[in-house]
């Protein structure tokens, strides 16, 4: 296979880096794209010297002419902390951003791969989620900066894709974790890994009765690649683990395994926090062949292992 040349936009970031070096690994050359909003030269300083690996700070909100073959688009914040402290910022980067990065698939006949999010479906009345079910999200509520601008880079997306060919891939990504997730970026698996390795407690917030459902980074990565190979134009595809769990259950099984002492923690649940989400991959597994491999013990043995590392460090002070 000849190597491409590929953009990723927010390459710095946890899925970014994973996919960064899965692309290196396949023979592609890359450039990283990322203004560091919630990203890290730290996730890619193992590739900085390498011969195919180009690394750009830059906002995907400017226009930017780069000439490449295919464009994985993930710049965003993504943890609702991350998302929310500045929501303006938020829904310009996934409207204007996404035309941005529309425009110049356009220009130089590039396929683009856009994040989107299974938040689109909101907090679902239907469960599991479906591609063609069509959500119940607040307009108006503190997620929506985030949600409703995931939705709207689909429409522009498929807009694009109707009048001016572009080839787009829509990756419909439920909640993934693994190393290099940002420590104080508020993600639950990142936060109780954390609190039980700092014997903290683990911070449940409600009754820890809602229900997630985990998918580990390279599952999802192997998911991109594929999605961006496939024919699959302007139609979004769940990707996700279908494995789902109570945040309570998560609690426990963080605790026993990192031999923690710490306790649980009730907080007060955050408005609009959806109450239950699994993706049906019905689509990813008959169009893409994929399916997630890794089970949770395993994608958490590895998360625990890397912030332990890094906490020995003293890498993380704030
Ligand atoms: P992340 O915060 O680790 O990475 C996002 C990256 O984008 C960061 O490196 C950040 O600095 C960069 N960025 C943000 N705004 C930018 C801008 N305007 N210009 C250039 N760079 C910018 O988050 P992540 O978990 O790696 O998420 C990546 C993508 O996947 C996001 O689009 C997110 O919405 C989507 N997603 C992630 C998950 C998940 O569970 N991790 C779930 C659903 C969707
Ligand atoms: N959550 C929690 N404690 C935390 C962080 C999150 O109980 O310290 C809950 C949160 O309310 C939500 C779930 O865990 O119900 C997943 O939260 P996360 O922010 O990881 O992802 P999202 O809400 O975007 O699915």
Not at 58 to 83: F, K, Q
Not at 85 to 101: A, Y
Request: charged share 25%; glycine share 10%; net charge negative.
């Amino acid at each position: 296979m000849e190597g491409k040349r590929i953009l990723v936009t927010g390459g710095a970031g946890f899925l970014g880096s994973h996919l960064c070096d899965r692309l290196i690994a396949d023979g592609h050359e890359v450039i990283c794209l990322d203004d560091f909003f919630t990203g890290a030269r730290a996730n890619v300083a193992h590739l900085l010297d390498h011969p195919r690996f180009e690394l750009m700070r830059a906002d995907v909100n400017d226009r930017t002419i780069i000439d490449v073959d295919e464009i994985y688009h993930l710049a965003c914040p993504a943890s609702p902390i991350h998302y929310q402290r500045n929501p303006v910022r938020t829904i310009r980067t996934c409207v204007v951003g996404t035309l941005n990065m529309l425009e110049l698939a356009r220009e130089v006949h590039a396929r683009l791969l856009i994040a989107s999010t299974s938040e689109v479906y909101g907090d679902p009345t239907l469960h599991p989620q479906p591609e063609g079910y069509w959500g119940n999200v607040n307009p108006i509520g503190p997620r929506a900066c985030y949600d409703e601008g995931k939705r709207c880079a689909e429409a522009v997306a498929v807009s694009f894709a109707r009048q001016y060919g572009v080839a787009v891939r829509i990756p419909r990504i439920f909640n993934t974790y693994g190393p290099r997730m940002h420590p104080n970026d508020g993600r639950v698996i990142s936060n109780f890994v954390v609190q039980a390795l700092r014997g903290e407690p683990l911070t449940i917030y409600g009754e820890g009765e809602q229900t997630r459902s985990f998918c580990f980074v390279s599952d999802l990565i192997e998911g991109f690649v594929r999605l961006m190979g496939s024919g699959l134009d302007a139609e979004p595809v769940n990707l996700g683990n279908p494995d789902e769990h109570t945040i309570r259950a998560i609690a426990e099984r963080v605790i026993a395994m990192t031999g923690s002492s710490s306790r649980l923690e009730h907080r007060p649940l955050p408005t609009d926090d959806p109450v239950r989400r699994r993706p049906e991959i019905a689509r990813a597994r008959a169009e893409l062949g994929w399916t997630p491999r890794v089970p949770l013990e395993e994608g958490l043995g590895a998360t625990i292992a890397y912030f332990r590392e890094r906490l020995a460090r003293g890498g993380y002070s704030s």
